[in-house]
C-alpha cells in the first residue's frame, strides 16, 4: 500500500474537515475509521460526523462567540461548516441540523473524493509521517493507551438530552413560540408549567435514581452538559433560571409568562422528532419517563432516545501540543477534536481546519505558525497550548480573546469580529503556501 501525504486517524467531525481540506489542496489522505467493526457505546451509526449529545452547533448569531468563530470558518474555508449548513433545521438564532442528513451528506462528499482512501480499522498507534489523530472523546483501545502514554489522559463526564416523538407530545399544554418573539416563532415548541406543577416535578428530579451510581468529583462533569438533575441540586431555581427559564416567552393563550418553561426544539427536518433542550440527564430510563413526564406536555410523550451519561477523555494538552495543535514530542504529529482540549461540535471542526491548514504548511516545507490569538480559533488553540495545571476543556466564548476597551457590549462584539476579520485576512495573506512561495 502507498504511503499516503497524510493519515487521518477518527472520521468525526475535526477527522472529516481535516481529511477534506486536505484532499482539496491536493493531498493524498488515508482516513482510518473504526465503523463499522467497532463503535464507541456512544455511537450508532455506521456514518461519518455522527451527532452525539445533541443536534445543535449553537449560536449563528454574528455578534456571538460561536456565530464569529463560524464567521471565521467560512473564511478559512470549512467543509464540514458547509455540509451543517445545508442540513440545518429550523432553531431560531442557533445552527441546529438533521443528524441523519448531516451525517450521510458528509460521509459522502467523503468517500467520493479521490484524493481520500478510506481504511476500515480499528488503530493501535501513530503510524510513520504526518498524521492528524482526530478520535474524539471516546478513543477506543488500543489507541487510548497510545494516547495514555505519550500524551497523557485526563477525562470529564457529559451526558445526553432525550428525543421524543413529535406526535406523542401533548399539543393543547404547549405552544410555539421563539423567545423575546426574535426568529421563527415554530422553531420552539415550549412546555409551560405553573409553580405547582414546577415544584412537584423539582421534588421528584432530585430524588429520582440515577443511572450510575458514581460519586462524581468536582470538575469532572463538564458544565455545559450538565445533567440537569445535578443542576437542580444547585438549588429550587437553578432550573428557572437556565434550561427551563421562562423570561421572554409569553404564552399567546394567555397573553403571560409561565412560572418554568421546557423547550422542546426540532431534532430533524421532517419535524417528526423533538429534543428536549438543556435537559441532559443520568436518571435510569423509566425515572425519566416517569419525572419528564410530570411536564404537562410531555405526559404521553414516547421517547425514541433516553438520556444517558458517558465518560470523555481528552490529552493534558498544555505539556503535549503548542498552538498548531502539533505534539511537542513529534513534529509530524498533529491532535484534533475534542481529544485535544476543545469543547463543542463547531470548536471541534475547528480544530480540525486548523490542524489540516498545518499538516498543509509542513508538508510543503514551510513551518506552521499559530493563527491569531485575536480570532476565536486562534484563541482557542492557544488556550489548549498554554501551561494550565487545572486543564478543563474550553467552549468559545469572548473571554478567550485579548480586551477591548469598549463599554457598549454590541459595539464591543462588533469590534472583535471586525478585528477578527482584519487578522485573519492579514494571516491569509502572509501565510499562504502561494505567499510563501513567491518568498
Request: aromatic share 8%; hydrophobic share 40%.
Amino acid at each position: 500500500m502507498r504511503r499516503p501525504d497524510v493519515t487521518v486517524i477518527g472520521a468525526g467531525l475535526a477527522g472529516c474537515e481535516a481529511a477534506l481540506s486536505l484532499a482539496d489542496e491536493g493531498f493524498s489522505v488515508r482516513l482510518v475509521e473504526s465503523k463499522p467493526l467497532r463503535r464507541s457505546a456512544a455511537h450508532a451509526s455506521d456514518d461519518y460526523c455522527e451527532l452525539v449529545c445533541s443536534n445543535s452547533l449553537k449560536s449563528a448569531d454574528p455578534l456571538t462567540a460561536h456565530g464569529l468563530l463560524k464567521r471565521e470558518l467560512r473564511t478559512i474555508g470549512s467543509r464540514v461548516l458547509e455540509e451543517a449548513e445545508k442540513c440545518a433545521v429550523p432553531a431560531g438564532s442557533a445552527l441546529a441540523v438533521d443528524r441523519k442528513l448531516f451525517s450521510a451528506a458528509v460521509t459522502g462528499r467523503v468517500r467520493a473524493h479521490t484524493n481520500i482512501e478510506t481504511v476500515h480499522e480499528v488503530a493501535s498507534a501513530a503510524p510513520e509521517g504526518v498524521t492528524i489523530i482526530a478520535t474524539g472523546p471516546l478513543t477506543l483501545p488500543p489507541l487510548d493507551g497510545f494516547l495514555r502514554e505519550k500524551f497523557g489522559a485526563l477525562h470529564f463526564y457529559d451526558a445526553e438530552a432525550p428525543i421524543v416523538s413529535a406526535e406523542s407530545i401533548d399539543t393543547d399544554s404547549a405552544y410555539f413560540a421563539a423567545r423575546y418573539g426574535k426568529g421563527n416563532p415554530e422553531d420552539y415548541l415550549n412546555c409551560p408549567m405553573t409553580r405547582e406543577e414546577y415544584d412537584a416535578f423539582y421534588d421528584a428530579l432530585v430524588t429520582a435514581e440515577r443511572a450510575d451510581g458514581h460519586a462524581f468529583e468536582k470538575g469532572e462533569i463538564f458544565e455545559g452538559c450538565m445533567p440537569v438533575e445535578i443542576m437542580a441540586a444547585r438549588g429550587r431555581d437553578a432550573l428557572r433560571f437556565g434550561p427551563m427559564k421562562p423570561v421572554g416567552l409569553t404564552d399567546p393563550r394567555t397573553g403571560k409568562r409561565a412560572y418554568a418553561v421546557l423547550q422542546l426544539r426540532r431534532e430533524n427536518a421532517a419535524g417528526d422528532m423533538y429534543n428536549l433542550v438543556g435537559f441532559q440527564t443520568n436518571l435510569k430510563f423509566g425515572e425519566q419517563k416517569r419525572v419528564f413526564g410530570m411536564i404537562p406536555a410531555l405526559k404521553n410523550a414516547e421517547y425514541l432516545r433516553y438520556g444517558v451519561m458517558h465518560r470523555n477523555t481528552f490529552i493534558d494538552a498544555p505539556r503535549s501540543i503548542d498552538a498548531c495543535f502539533r505534539a511537542r514530542s513529534d513534529g509530524g504529529l498533529f491532535i484534533a477534536g475534542q481529544l485535544s482540549g476543545v469543547e463543542g461540535y463547531v470548536e471541534s471542526i475547528a480544530s480540525g481546519r486548523s490542524a489540516a491548514l498545518h499538516a498543509a504548511r509542513l508538508l510543503r516545507g514551510f513551518t506552521p505558525e499559530p493563527l491569531p490569538s485575536d480570532t476565536v480559533i486562534g484563541a482557542l488553540a492557544r488556550y489548549v497550548a498554554a501551561e494550565n495545571d487545572n486543564f478543563q476543556p474550553m467552549n468559545a466564548n469572548y473571554g478567550l480573546l485579548p480586551p477591548m476597551d469598549i463599554r457598549d457590549k454590541t459595539e464591543r462584539k462588533r469590534a472583535y469580529a471586525a478585528r477578527s476579520d482584519q487578522s485573519l485576512k492579514s494571516y491569509l495573506e502572509k501565510y499562504t503556501w502561494k505567499s510563501e512561495a513567491q518568498l
